[in-house]
């Protein structure tokens, strides 16, 4: 009798102990479900990295509302300075090479102007001495000059307008130069990143089930 309630005394510890030992252990996962873990865990690490990527961009391109006008006034002062400001340097060529054009069509004109208006003031004075009256004394028609009077008047009329049509370009490309300095600051600083998405869209038609072909923009704040 002793014996047997040793031994029932002995198998109720044991069975406690295994009771208690199986409540204390961890709850085993299931493979799917570590599956699932795992994705959530990818997804918050690169929703993490997305999130560092937006911000170091944010802090790298502040945005200078000032910028635009210093490049379009540094262009106004010096043609091509405000394509350096904005670190253009190969438009600083283009620049003087179209600006230098125009002055030196401008010039051209500027100065064949004056020779055929001086000839014609000198003839208006009685003088037979200018350069456009016996032309390397060639003498093509005796006692009159080489190029009529009425011939040193359509030339004065037609530089001139070729000097105004110089002039006129040359400060349209002057002004395009300032433009293009302060277009191009502004542009520098546009935000484009993963907020904006533009993307075909597709939709069918309940009605006639015919497919509609179109552009979205979607912008997220």
């Known amino acids: 009798m002793k014996n047997l309630t040793v031994f029932l005394t002995c198998l109720f510890l ?4 295994t009771l208690v030992c199986s ?4 709850p085993s996962v299931t493979p799917s479900e570590q599956v ?9 690490q690169r929703k993490a990295v997305r999130k560092q990527r937006k911000d ?10 000032l910028a635009p006008a210093k490049a379009a006034f540094y262009s106004a002062i ?11 340097y190969w438009k600083v060529p283009l620049v003087y090479g179209a600006i230098g054009t125009g002055m030196y ?13 001086d000839a014609y003031k000198s003839r208006l004075a009685g003088f037979q ?21 009425e011939a040193l008047r359509n030339a004065q009329e037609f530089y001139q307008r070729n000097r105004d049509l110089s002039l006129l ?9 300032i433009i293009d300095a302060n277009v191009e600051a502004h542009l520098k600083q546009y935000n484009v990143n993963e907020d904006l998405s533009f993307k075909p869209y597709i939709e069918q038609d309940q009605t006639t089930f015919n497919t509609n072909f179109g552009l979205t923009l979607n912008f997220t704040f």
Not at 14 to 17: E, P, S, V
Not at 56 to 65: D, H, Q, V
Not at 107 to 115: A, G, H, K, Q
């Open 14 to 17: 044991y069975c406690t102990g």
């Open 105 to 117: 069509f401008y010039i051209n004109n500027t100065n064949e102007y004056n020779r055929y208006r």
């Open 23 to 26: 409540a204390q252990e961890t």
């Open 56 to 65: 170091s961009i944010r802090l790298n391109r502040e945005i200078n509302p």
């Open 78 to 88: 010096l043609p091509g300075l405000g394509q350096i400001y904005n670190r253009s």
């Open 129 to 149: 001495n200018d350069e456009f009256y016996d032309i390397n004394n060639s003498g093509i028609i005796p006692g009159s000059p080489d190029v009529s009077d």
């Open 36 to 44: 699932v873990t795992d994705t959530l865990s990818k997804r918050q």
């Open 169 to 177: 370009i040359t400060v349209g490309l002057y002004a395009l130069n």
